[in-house]
């Protein structure tokens, strides 16, 4: 059975899991914050476009399937996906602000045994309306304090762009996270450029790249 605490960092993950900086960011267009996602010697890109995906005839049958099968879902799975839904609509965000996803990876270039562990990527994600890096603060925090846990969270910016950071302790990470991974997760950093209709995720060296 999973803990309190597994629960909430898997939606955090969830959420963030789940996204060249310059003073022309902070009033930039999402277009050019989207642009400016790259990752020297990346191998794997991904580029969707949210919004017109939803006008599919395979995004409706998805949906659909979707309804039928919440009905065998795990109880405590689908309590879960309920907690990031009225999270994210906590902090503003609702399933249709969400209209693209550009992000990439070196994914040859990661050591996990290296004393300090980097993963160079960085996801970028464009949302329909702006979003507050304290408005994502305060619903992080509350969203722990729901679970009775209490989330270090730093707010800082970066050339005139909005960063947060979740300060995570090791030994409250979940046991069964792969070796190396609180190392990671150490350096997680939220970026919101143009004005706050893009949102960065990556560790701290990546996303201030």
């Known amino acids: 059975m999973t803990t309190p605490l597994s629960r909430f960092t898997g939606t955090c993950l969830s959420l963030l899991a789940i996204l060249a900086a310059t003073n022309s960011f902070a009033a930039g267009t999402v277009k050019t914050a989207l642009g400016a996602v790259r990752v020297p010697g990346a ?9 017109k995906g939803r006008e599919t005839a395979f995004h409706k049958a998805t949906k659909k399937l979707e309804e039928e099968l919440k009905k065998d879902m795990d109880a405590e ?19 249709e602000d969400l209209t693209a996803i550009v992000g ?11 004393e300090e562990t980097r993963v160079p990527g960085l996801l970028a994600m464009a949302l329909g309306k702006p979003i507050e890096a304290a408005t994502i603060r305060e619903g992080i925090a509350k969203a722990a304090a729901e679970e009775g846990e209490v989330v270090d969270i730093k707010e800082t910016a970066y050339k005139g762009v909005p960063m947060l950071s979740l300060n995570l302790e090791a030994a409250d990470l979940p046991g069964d996270m792969p070796p190396g991974a609180e190392k990671v997760l150490a350096d997680l950093t939220m970026a919101l450029p143009a004005d706050g209709q893009a949102l960065y995720f990556g560790q701290g060296e990546q996303v201030k790249a």
Do not use: C, T
């Not at 907690?83 to 906590?90: C, G, M």
């Open 104 to 114: 990439a990876v070196s994914l040859r270039s990661i050591q996990p045994n290296a």
């Open 43 to 51: 191998d794997l890109e991904i580029v969707v476009n949210v919004a």
């Open 77 to 95: 799975a689908l309590a879960a996906g309920e907690k990031l839904e009225a999270f994210l609509k906590s902090i503003g965000v609702d399933q």
